[in-house]
């Protein structure tokens, strides 16, 4: 893999002698293949090479007997760091119910992830409301209404007829009424440059101010992932993100893109299609799988 | 591409990026302008306007696959088996394939085999209904060979133009998932040798490198006829088709530009590259 590749650029390089800062670089070319192949954005590796480069050379790798490791070392500690802390909760409102919002685009997993977040919630103590808000898709409304039926979780529904934002404001007071202490909406997938839709999800957080909107990425996403990150970042106040279908063989570089540009913690991971298939954020786990 | 007209190390660079920010990879990035390097100090190109016109037209020529055929016959009737991961676009595209043809005059069936995904029968069952078509499905968790085994008696009863199949999203690397979609072209190659099967993989233009292992697996588990690619009306370029053309041969025949019926494309080598590079 990786640390090979670096070794043996590294052992290329020792045979001219004493290590420049020009040799720290090529040697740095393999780490940065690696992202590029594994879907980190073209700019998130440009900067995080630089980043690394600054230190492997600031820490004198130039002078080490052992060069190659002391680079990889390096780059892995960087990518964990940068992968962000583990705080995979949903922290509580300071008055109930916490509102939570999952957007993203069109088939990133937002509505399975809801009905997840529903379940990992009641397990914990929590009594949650899934909220049907995407009036748009064909049969998007019966699809959380089974997932829901299937965990016992009550579904708040309006049907196809209402916007969205009235949905919400509807389902808050039910869930007051009901003592319900966290609602968790599905919002129609829309695209980042879509301007109305996107108004309409600046409407929503405008009307119902939710403690949390978690912004739903694919781990397969490519290059693309640092726009739209960024497109939802600036309309919208995010405050974190969740990785869906890592049960796949991607490398998943499209979490760091994420994570670099918006500065939001990874909170959760999907790992399956099913209910129970949701983890706990691992960065130190997700490096190792970007880096190959 | 870069304001000056000379052809310097920058103007390379600069084009390597905008193809591996295009999703076309690193290998066939490189590999692509190295070789457009050497054409031009060969030629005598000077201008960058001429070398990224001929690295347009090397792309769009890589693009256009002799054998690709339109999906439809009209000498036997066609089944469409449409395939691909997870929320890539299967059920929205099918409902756009059968409106289309439907609209050409052919009768169509539907056959609702995802039997697996919350509410997958009722989303194709709107569509069905929306363009009042007929439609096969079976209650949720049914078996899908068994759905497609009655779509089949349907067509052939009910002398049909075209059936689409609509299978479950699954993951290359889920083995049983893979045999299962296996089985289901098995049965239908078995039971209605006579028709002309086009085998679907449906990829979406917002995938990255991880595209190009979708389609060798998919490639290598059922014999594909086809590629559509959707979701480029976002701005992802989807410029992963170019190694997976090059690697797994299957041509593109649609694109996907938007979620509404009409938001369908046959696919355009020059068209798409022109995008790409816009
Ligand atoms: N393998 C796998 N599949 C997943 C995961 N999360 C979601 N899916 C599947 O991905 C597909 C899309 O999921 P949805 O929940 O419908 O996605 P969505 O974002 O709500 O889609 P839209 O509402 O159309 O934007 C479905 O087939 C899900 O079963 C995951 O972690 N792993
Ligand atoms: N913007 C855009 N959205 C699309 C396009 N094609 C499909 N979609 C949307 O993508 C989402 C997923 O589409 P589906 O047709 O349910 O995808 P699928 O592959 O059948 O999903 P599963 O059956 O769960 O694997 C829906 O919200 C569609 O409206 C497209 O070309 N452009
Ligand atoms: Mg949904
Ligand atoms: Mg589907």
Same mark, same amino acid.
């Given at each position: ?37 594994? @879907? ?6 440009? @900067?995080?090479?630089?980043? /690394?480069?600054?230190?492997? +050379?600031?820490?004198? /790798? ?9 680079? +990889? ?27 939570? /919002?999952? /957007? ?38 019966? #699809? ?27 389902? +808050?007071?039910?869930?007051?009424? #009901? ?6 909406? @599905? ?14 999800? +600046? ?90 | 591409?870069?304001? &000056? ?5 920058? =103007? ?49 020529? &890589?693009?256009?696959?002799?054998? &690709? ?5 009209? $000498? ?37 085999? $995802? !039997? ?33 085994? $009655? ?9 049909? $133009? ?36 086009? !085998? ?5 233009? !917002? ?10 697996? =998919? ?5 594909? &006829? ?45 068209? =798409? ?6």
């Amino acid at each position: 893999g990786l640390t090979a590749k670096i070794q043996a650029a590294m052992k290329k390089l020792r045979g001219k002698g004493k290590l420049s800062e020009a040799d720290v670089k090529s040697a740095l070319r393999e780490v940065r293949l690696a992202l590029l192949e594994a @879907d980190v954005s073209y700019k998130v590796v440009r @900067d995080f090479i630089t980043q /690394v480069q600054e230190r492997a +050379i600031g820490q004198g /790798v130039m002078q080490s007997l052992t060069p190659g490791q002391q680079v +990889i070392k390096i780059v892995h500690e960087e990518l964990t760091n940068l992968m962000g802390g583990a705080a995979s909760k949903l922290e509580p409102a300071p008055q109930p119910p916490t509102v939570v /919002v999952l /957007v993203g685009l069109q088939g990133s997993g937002k509505t399975t992830t809801c009905a997840k977040l529903a379940r990992h919630l009641r397990q914990n103590g929590r009594s949650p409301l899934l909220v049907a808000a995407d009036v748009y898709r064909p049969a998007a409304i019966k #699809q959380l209404q089974v997932l829901g039926q299937e965990m016992q979780i009550p579904v708040f529904a309006m049907g196809e007829k209402h916007n969205p934002v009235d949905i919400a404001q509807g389902a +808050i007071e039910h869930a007051l009424s #009901q003592g319900k202490d966290y609602v968790l909406i @599905d919002t129609a997938g829309r695209l980042h440059v879509d301007e109305g839709l996107m108004e309409e999800l +600046i409407r929503l957080e405008n009307n119902i101010k939710p403690q949390h909107i978690l912004l739903v990425v694919d781990a397969m996403a490519g290059q693309d992932a640092i726009t739209v990150a960024k497109a939802f970042r600036e309309k919208l106040t995010l405050s974190g993100l969740i990785l869906t279908k890592l049960d796949g063989d991607t490398r998943g570089g499209a979490a760091l893109s994420a994570r670099a540009v918006t500065g939001c913690p990874i909170k959760f991971v999907g790992v399956g299609e099913k209910l129970d298939a949701l983890e706990p954020f691992h960065p130190e786990r997700m490096a190792s799988r970007i880096l190959g | 591409i870069s304001g &000056s007209s000379g052809l310097d190390a920058d =103007f390379f660079a600069e084009m390597e990026e905008i193809l591996i920010m295009a999703d076309v990879g690193v290998e066939t990035s490189l590999a692509l302008v190295d070789n457009i390097r050497r054409e031009a100090q060969v030629g005598k190109i000077h201008s960058g306007e001429e070398v990224l016109d001929l690295l347009k037209k090397q792309i769009a020529k &890589s693009l256009t696959i002799e054998k &690709s055929q339109p999906v439809e016959r009209t $000498d036997k009737p066609t089944i469409l088996l449409v395939v691909g991961v997870n929320g890539v676009g299967k059920t929205t595209t099918i409902a756009k394939l059968a409106n289309k043809f439907n609209k050409e005059g052919k009768r169509v069936l539907l056959a609702a085999a $995802d !039997t697996f995904r919350a509410a997958a029968i009722d989303q194709l069952n709107t569509w069905a209904q929306r363009l009042n078509l007929d439609i096969i499905s079976h209650q949720p968790g049914a078996d899908p060979a068994a759905v497609v085994f $009655d779509a089949l008696q349907a067509l052939r009863a009910r002398r049909l $133009d075209m059936l689409i199949v609509d299978t479950a999203g699954r993951l290359h690397t889920k083995v049983n998932l893979m045999a299962e979609l296996e089985k289901i072209q098995r049965i239908i190659t078995r039971e209605y040798p006579e028709a002309s099967l086009e !085998t679907l993989l449906v990829l979406d233009a !917002t995938t990255g490198q991880n595209a190009l292992a979708q389609a060798r697996v =998919f490639q290598q588990t059922l014999n594909l &006829s086809g590629i559509v690619l959707t979701k480029l009306d976002g701005t992802a370029k989807g410029g992963i088709i170019i190694p997976i053309s090059r690697e797994v041969g299957v041509p593109v025949k649609y694109i996907g530009i938007g979620e509404g019926l009409e938001d369908l494309h046959r696919f355009s080598p020059t068209a =798409f590259v022109t995008a790409l590079f816009a």
